[in-house]
């Protein structure tokens, strides 16, 4: 059974920072994209920043800068280290795996930035 759970959400002041981590199992980590998204309050869900199995990174224009995605294959977990949070970063944080034909989500954590 596969699983993406997420944690290291919470409230944070602008300005400050977050870690984010999301941990597999039931897959070959290794071999999957690993994407972070975000859905803000009365907006569409977006891809915030995305590492592929060799590394490669992408990140969204708003992000870039602030944001680094990593992941640990020995440890079947990916990173979304954020910095300098704005309160337009808050929202539910999810992690999507995907391969090929296949694509598994975690239920997400909330990120909620304000003073």
């Known amino acids: 059974q596969v699983q993406l759970v997420e944690s290291g959400g919470g409230l944070v002041q602008p300005g400050g920072s977050l870690r984010l981590s999301c941990a597999a199992t039931?897959?070959?980590?290794?071999?999957?994209?690993m994407e972070w998204y975000r859905q803000a309050p009365g907006r569409e869900r977006e891809l915030v920043a995305g590492?592929?199995?060799?590394?490669?990174?992408n990140y969204v224009d708003s992000v870039k800068g602030r944001f680094t995605i990593s992941r640990d294959n020995a440890e079947n977990t990916v990173y979304l280290q954020m910095n300098t949070l704005k309160p337009e970063d808050t929202g539910v944080y999810s992690c999507?795996?995907?391969?090929?034909?296949?694509?598994?989500w975690g239920k997400g954590t909330l990120v909620t930035v304000s003073s």
């Open positions: 999507k795996a995907r391969r090929s034909f296949f694509q598994y």
């Open positions: 039931g897959i070959m980590f290794s071999r999957f994209t």
């Open positions: 590492i592929m199995s060799n590394g490669d990174t």
